[in-house]
């Protein structure tokens, strides 16, 4: 089970950090990733981290001003948002899946079989 806090409302320029915890004994086990969804649009790939954190993957859209890690020893996924533009306002999701293979990451929605509740994030001009 994930649970995502740390939305809320803040300046354009400005920051926010995005916390995932999750339950379970198998955390270190899980890419994880960042997706965001605005009403009426499909989900949008954000950024993912590999099980041991070793590899990133971001979007376009975010990249230089996002960062993903992770703290395994405390099940908890982050999403540090840096340079925040009102085009990033939106209910962000945290997603997890299972990962075989410790390099793994997706830009794939599908790919996730565990989601989080999501978070707004609003950025006023």
């Known amino acids: 089970q994930l649970q995502a806090s740390g939305g809320g409302l803040v300046q354009a320029g400005g920051s926010l950090r995005l916390s995932c915890a999750a339950s379970g004994r198998t955390f270190s086990r899980y890419a994880m990733a960042w997706f965001r969804q605005a009403p009426g649009n499909e989900r949008e790939f954000v950024a993912a981290i590999s099980t041991s954190g070793g590899v990133t993957y971001y979007a376009d859209s975010v990249k230089g001003r996002f960062t993903i890690s992770r703290d395994n020893a405390k099940n908890t996924v982050y999403l540090q948002m840096s340079s925040l533009k009102p085009e990033d306002t939106t209910v962000y999701y945290c997603?997890?899946?299972?990962?075989?293979?410790?390099?793994?990451?997706?830009?794939?929605?599908?790919?996730?079989?565990?989601w989080g509740q999501g978070t707004q994030v609003t950025v006023s001009s």
């Open positions: 997603a997890g899946r299972y990962a075989s293979v410790s390099m793994w990451v997706s830009s794939e929605p599908t790919q996730y079989n565990s």
